[in-house]
């Protein structure tokens, strides 16, 4: 399976702000799922509604270091096996894998330059 880029993360000190903007200039819709402050992004009609999105409070994914600017995550067949992969690599785990109910098994991990990145292991049965 391709680690294709499937989902997106903006960061937002004023959520509510942040979707207000994005709406008005990319005409984003947007609708409530999870904890308070968190919304789904749909950057497109329904028809082709384009890669998934989210906008969230901003946090440190790496201690210290405040999210700044987009997260990225891909696909992957298998988190574990993918998180062993970055490890052998050089990079450094920076979220062991996480459950989210009916969405999948996510970890971060920082690439050697300090890019933190998600990996998304898809399971819609996931609890």
């Known amino acids: 399976m391709p680690a294709n880029l499937a989902?997106?993360?903006?960061?937002?000190?004023?959520?509510?702000a942040a979707r207000d903007f994005y709406g008005k200039v990319f005409g984003w819709t947007f609708s409530a799922w999870g904890p308070p402050g968190?919304?789904?992004i749909q950057t497109g009609p329904d028809d082709e509604p384009?890669?998934?999105?989210?906008?969230?409070?901003?946090?440190e994914l790496v201690p210290g270091n405040t999210m700044i600017g987009a997260e990225c995550t891909f696909a992957v067949e298998d988190v574990d096996a993918t998180a062993?992969?970055?490890?052998d690599a050089g990079g450094t785990i920076l979220m062991?894998?996480?459950?989210?109910?009916?969405?999948?098994?996510?970890i971060y991990f920082a690439d050697p330059g300090g890019n933190?990145?998600?990996?998304?292991?898809?399971?819609a049965a996931a609890e």
């Open 116 to 123: 933190a990145i998600g990996a998304m292991q898809y399971d």
């Open 96 to 106: 062991d894998r996480f459950t989210i109910t009916g969405v999948g098994h996510l």
């Open 38 to 40: 968190f919304f789904k």
């Open 84 to 87: 062993h992969a970055v490890r």
């Open 7 to 16: 989902h997106f993360a903006l960061n937002a000190t004023d959520v509510h």
């Open 50 to 59: 384009g890669i998934a999105g989210a906008l969230q409070a901003r946090r």
